[in-house]
C-alpha cells in the first residue's frame, strides 16, 4: 500500500484534494490507522484517479462520478446519454457564437479591401471529394439515418441543390474549402461559414452540413444539421451548372414608350403586389437606381454596388411573344429580363423583371424592379 503522501506525488495531486475526495466518496482511502489517521491507498486506486481526472475533464460532477465508477449500468448509460446530449447543446451555442465573433473580426482584418472571393481563395484548400452535385435528404435528428424529410426551417434559407465547382469557385451564393462551405448574402455583404463532413455508407456519399444561414445570424435561431446525397461527382463548369438560360435572340422591335430615363421606385415580388400609394424602401446591398432606353434598342443599367454606380449597356426590344411587352437583353449572360408597363393614377409605372442568381442557379422565380418617368427621350443622352 501508499501512504497518501506517495499516492499524491504518483498522482501529481495535492493531499488536501485526496482527503476531499476520501469525504466525498469518490476515491476512500482504503486503510486508515486509527491512531495516526494515516490514509492508505492501494496501487490499483492510481488508475481508479486517473479516471476520475479524465471525467472531471469531461465536465462530470463528483456526484456524478460516483454514478460512473459504482453505479448500475442502466444509470450510466442514462447519464452518459444526459451528459452527451448537453455537450452537444452547448458545443454548438459556443460554435454559433465563434461564427458571429469571427464575422465581426475577420472580415475586417483579413477581407479589407479584397473581394469575399479573393479573401477566401488565399487560404482555399482542395477536396476533390466534394467536387459534384448534391441534393437535400432532409434534416438529420440524431444521426443519418433518421432524417426530417422537410427541413424545420424556412425552406427559402436552405439549398435543395448544392453544386460544388472545382477550386472552390463561387457557384449561386457559395463557395467552398475543405470542410466548410461559405455562404455570400450580398444584401448585407455576410459570409457565413457552414461546417461539413464526408461519410461513405453502402457505396453512396453523403454530406453532413452544419447549416447556419443568414436566418441563424439576424434572429438567434440554431443551426441545423442537414443530409446532402451526391448526386453525381462530375466537375461542372459554371455555364453548365446554371438552371436557368433564357432565349435572347429576339429580333429588334422598336417600343417608343419606353424610351426616357426611368427612376427606380420599388421592388416587388409581382406587379400585382406595387401599390403607387404604398412607399416602399430600397435597403439592398446592390440594386438598380434608374435606367435608361435609346432609340434603336439600346438601353443603360446604373446599379448601385456598395460605395460606386455601375452602368452595364444592355439592348431592349418590344415582343410579342410571352406575357411581356418586351425585353430587357444582356447577351452576356443570356439573360432577357421581361417588362410591362401599366398605369396607375394616370401615372405610367415600369416593371421590369430582376433576375439575380437566384433565378439562374437557384431557380428561384425572378421579383420585379418599379419604375416611374424621369426623364423624357430629349433630355436623355447616351
Same mark, same amino acid.
Given at each position: 500500500?501508499?501512504?497518501?503522501?506517495?499516492?499524491?506525488?504518483?498522482?501529481?495531486?495535492?493531499?488536501?484534494?485526496?482527503?476531499?475526495?476520501?469525504?466525498?466518496?469518490?476515491?476512500?482511502?482504503?486503510?486508515?490507522?486509527?491512531?495516526?489517521?494515516?490514509?492508505?491507498?492501494?496501487?490499483?486506486?492510481?488508475?481508479?484517479?486517473?479516471?476520475?481526472?479524465?471525467?472531471?475533464?469531461?465536465?462530470?460532477?463528483?456526484?456524478?462520478?460516483?454514478?460512473?465508477?459504482?453505479?448500475?449500468?442502466?444509470?450510466?448509460?442514462?447519464?452518459?446519454?444526459?451528459?452527451?446530449?448537453?455537450?452537444?447543446?452547448?458545443?454548438?451555442?459556443?460554435?454559433?457564437?465563434?461564427?458571429?465573433?469571427?464575422?465581426?473580426?475577420?472580415?475586417?482584418?483579413?477581407?479589407?479591401?479584397?473581394?469575399?472571393?479573393?479573401?477566401?481563395?488565399?487560404?482555399?484548400?482542395?477536396?476533390?471529394?466534394?467536387?459534384?452535385?448534391?441534393?437535400?435528404?432532409?434534416?438529420?435528428?440524431?444521426?443519418?439515418? +433518421? /432524417?426530417?424529410?422537410?427541413? %424545420?426551417? $424556412?425552406? *427559402?434559407?436552405?439549398?435543395? !441543390?448544392?453544386?460544388? &465547382?472545382?477550386?472552390?469557385?463561387?457557384?449561386?451564393?457559395?463557395?467552398?474549402?475543405?470542410?466548410?462551405?461559405?455562404?455570400?448574402?450580398?444584401?448585407?455583404?455576410?459570409?457565413?461559414?457552414?461546417?461539413?463532413?464526408?461519410?461513405?455508407?453502402?457505396?453512396?456519399?453523403?454530406?453532413?452540413?452544419?447549416?447556419?444561414?443568414?436566418?441563424?445570424?439576424?434572429?438567434?435561431?440554431?443551426?441545423?444539421?442537414?443530409?446532402?446525397?451526391?448526386?453525381?461527382?462530375?466537375?461542372?463548369?459554371?455555364?453548365?451548372?446554371?438552371?436557368?438560360?433564357?432565349?435572347?435572340?429576339?429580333?429588334?422591335?422598336?417600343?417608343?414608350?419606353?424610351?426616357?430615363?426611368? +427612376? /427606380?421606385?420599388?421592388?416587388? %415580388?409581382? $406587379?400585382? *403586389?406595387?401599390?403607387?400609394? !404604398?412607399?416602399?424602401? &430600397?435597403?439592398?446591398?446592390?440594386?438598380?437606381?434608374?435606367?435608361?432606353?435609346?432609340?434603336?434598342?439600346?438601353?443603360?443599367?446604373?446599379?448601385?454596388?456598395?460605395?460606386?454606380?455601375?452602368?452595364?449597356?444592355?439592348?431592349?426590344?418590344?415582343?410579342?411573344?410571352?406575357?411581356?411587352?418586351?425585353?430587357?437583353?444582356?447577351?452576356?449572360?443570356?439573360?432577357?429580363?421581361?417588362?410591362?408597363?401599366?398605369?396607375?393614377?394616370?401615372?405610367?409605372?415600369?416593371?421590369?423583371?430582376?433576375?439575380?442568381?437566384?433565378?439562374?442557379?437557384?431557380?428561384?422565380?425572378?421579383?420585379?424592379?418599379?419604375?416611374?418617368?424621369?426623364?423624357?427621350?430629349?433630355?436623355?443622352?447616351?
Amino acid at each position: 500500500m501508499l501512504k497518501i503522501g506517495e499516492f499524491a506525488r504518483i498522482c501529481q495531486v495535492n493531499t488536501q484534494t485526496l482527503r476531499f475526495y476520501d469525504a466525498e466518496g469518490v476515491l476512500q482511502a482504503d486503510v486508515i490507522d486509527p491512531k495516526t489517521g494515516y490514509r492508505y491507498y492501494k496501487t490499483e486506486k492510481i488508475k481508479t484517479f486517473g479516471k476520475i481526472k479524465t471525467l472531471k475533464q469531461a465536465g462530470f460532477s463528483l456526484e456524478e462520478i460516483k454514478i460512473l465508477l459504482d453505479g448500475t449500468e442502466e444509470a450510466r448509460s442514462v447519464l452518459l446519454a444526459q451528459k452527451r446530449t448537453a455537450l452537444t447543446r452547448e458545443r454548438d451555442r459556443i460554435n454559433d457564437s465563434l461564427v458571429l465573433v469571427e464575422r465581426l473580426g475577420h472580415r475586417q482584418e483579413i477581407l479589407g479591401e479584397r473581394s469575399v472571393q479573393e479573401a477566401i481563395a488565399l487560404n482555399f484548400e482542395d477536396d476533390p471529394a466534394v467536387i459534384g452535385r448534391w441534393e437535400l435528404m432532409g434534416q438529420v435528428r440524431t444521426h443519418i439515418q +433518421e /432524417t426530417w424529410g422537410t427541413p %424545420k426551417t $424556412p425552406a *427559402d434559407t436552405v439549398h435543395p !441543390t448544392l453544386i460544388c &465547382l472545382p477550386g472552390g469557385g463561387m457557384w449561386w451564393n457559395i463557395l467552398w474549402s475543405k470542410g466548410v462551405i461559405y455562404g455570400y448574402y450580398e444584401e448585407s455583404d455576410t459570409v457565413v461559414p457552414n461546417e461539413y463532413q464526408l461519410h461513405h455508407i453502402d457505396g453512396e456519399v453523403y454530406m453532413t452540413l452544419r447549416w447556419i444561414g443568414y436566418n441563424c445570424l439576424t434572429s438567434g435561431s440554431d443551426s441545423i444539421i442537414l443530409l446532402y446525397k451526391q448526386a453525381s461527382d462530375r466537375a461542372y463548369s459554371l455555364r453548365e451548372s446554371q438552371t436557368r438560360r433564357d432565349r435572347t435572340d429576339f429580333p429588334y422591335r422598336p417600343d417608343p414608350d419606353i424610351v426616357g430615363r426611368w +427612376e /427606380t421606385v420599388a421592388c416587388v %415580388k409581382s $406587379p400585382e *403586389d406595387f401599390s403607387p400609394d !404604398t412607399p416602399m424602401e &430600397l435597403s439592398a446591398l446592390r440594386y438598380v437606381t434608374d435606367i435608361s432606353f435609346f432609340e434603336r434598342g439600346m438601353c443603360h443599367k446604373n446599379l448601385r454596388s456598395k460605395e460606386h454606380l455601375v452602368t452595364q449597356r444592355l439592348e431592349y426590344t418590344a415582343s410579342d411573344v410571352g406575357r411581356f411587352r418586351g425585353y430587357v437583353i444582356d447577351r452576356r449572360k443570356e439573360s432577357a429580363e421581361g417588362y410591362l408597363l401599366r398605369e396607375m393614377n394616370d401615372v405610367k409605372y415600369l416593371f421590369i423583371q430582376r433576375k439575380s442568381d437566384d433565378y439562374f442557379f437557384g431557380g428561384l422565380e425572378p421579383d420585379y424592379y418599379v419604375f416611374r418617368k424621369a426623364s423624357e427621350p430629349s433630355d436623355v443622352q447616351m
